[in-house]
């Protein structure tokens, strides 16, 4: 790793030293951008409390504020003009054994979560592809990894401490409200500032990945769901060249009845004999280990490991949900448009995730397949094609991830969305004036 990918990678904690220097309501001197570099955020307070206190402080201080989190969205959603509010300061870890729960600050990341809580025998049931996001900036765009049988990130929470714009702190849980937990959960930083996070604990438990070589789209027409669930998470790569995924990666889950040993060949795909970064032709240091190596799950459930820049690093990202059961058209809808496609792309990765019942989450009452693309820099050039891509996904509902690029039409986005309305309710009770609301949420919510 070079410097300018440690100065990349730890960006987070440069920014975070640099904030903290600045006591609340000071301003910040430099302009501050997202993880990829493609936002720089137009408010020009940042907020950086060390207290619940402190930030219930900080909300009756703002007419207007958005929370942020360690900068990993690719649009506008966490942006303010006026002031933003980081809760790095907040990441304290309490296991609770009897519940099985952990409550954790909720500026904390899962890289720095999933050690400690393996160490006391736990584990979460999955992991997005980098563990270095926040967790209540994960929850609250209803990230997600992959798996048949594997609900988004947000599905393991169980309770909320949230500061709401009178500068309260409420605290909303899946057992005591159970009619707005589900609203709540994946709540885009719309409600208030999340102070603290609680999420369902499992026993700890290994892993192991291998990665597979070229497998062709025509074995997905009849065993879609068989590729997909050759292992706890499976994630297909594809540059959408030559009808075929470039790489199958299929993390198992060891135990008693799940062996670590690996086909030389899988529906014709071949067992690959080095390690491999999903991107084709860039080095592979950055990857969490394959080849069957076993390990402990937070370092085999997501692609890249802690230290070292994830994906490429100056990139943009675009995700669309379908209908699992129909993921198969959809491929081939969006495989039309390879020639538009490829010149701009670093690579697409393929995804299921499990239908849940968070009101705006992506995968909400869908089994989902979730296509994924990793671009270029090239935002004029990719302005031009998502629109394309919309079009041919239009059939199967898409819902685009709430962080990263699309330009869906706002009265096409809500309609993919049920529970919008009271989705709405829950904002006007939380926040009446709309201290939370920002430019995206008014475009992409509130706008027809
Ligand atoms: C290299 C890379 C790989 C990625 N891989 C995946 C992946 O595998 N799966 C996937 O689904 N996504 C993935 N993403 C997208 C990423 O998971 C989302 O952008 C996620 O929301 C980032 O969390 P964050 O902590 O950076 O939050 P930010 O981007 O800082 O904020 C996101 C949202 O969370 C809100 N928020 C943050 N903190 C709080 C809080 N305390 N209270 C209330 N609201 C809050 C913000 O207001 C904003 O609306 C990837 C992104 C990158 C850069």
Redesign the pocket.
Known sequence: MDKREFLKTSGAIVAGSVISRFSAGQQQPAPRQ???GNITYSADRVYTPASVDDVQDVVKRCDKL?????????NT??DSKMNQ?S?QH?DSIDINDKAKTVTVG??I?YGQLAPVITARGYALHNL???P???????I??????SGIHNG??ATAVSGLE?VTADGKTIHVTRDANEAQFPGAVV?????????RVTLNLQPTYEMAQSVYRNLSFDHLKDHFDDIFGLGYSVSLFTDWQNHRATQVWVKRRLGPDVKNDWAPEIFGAKLATEKLHPIEGHAADACTEQQGIPGPWYERL???KMNFT???GR?L?T?YFVPRNRGYEAILAVEKLRDRITPHLFVT?L?TIAADNLWMSMAYQRDSL?I?F?WKPEWPEVRQILPLIEEQLAPFGPRP????LFTVPPARLQAQYARLAEFKGLLQSYDPGGK?RNE?LNANLYAS
């Open positions: 997202n993880w990829s958005r929370a942020l989190g360690s900068r990993h969205s690719f959603i966490a509010v809760l907040l909720a500026g990341k997005a592809s980098l270095h996001i926040s967790v209540a900036g994960a609250a765009t209803a990230t997600h990894g988004n990130l949230i709540g885009l930083g719309a409600l208030g500032v999340v102070t997501p692609h890249f994830p994906s490429s990139e990202q995700e990765e995804r979730a994924h990793t991830h709430w962080a990263k939370f995206f």
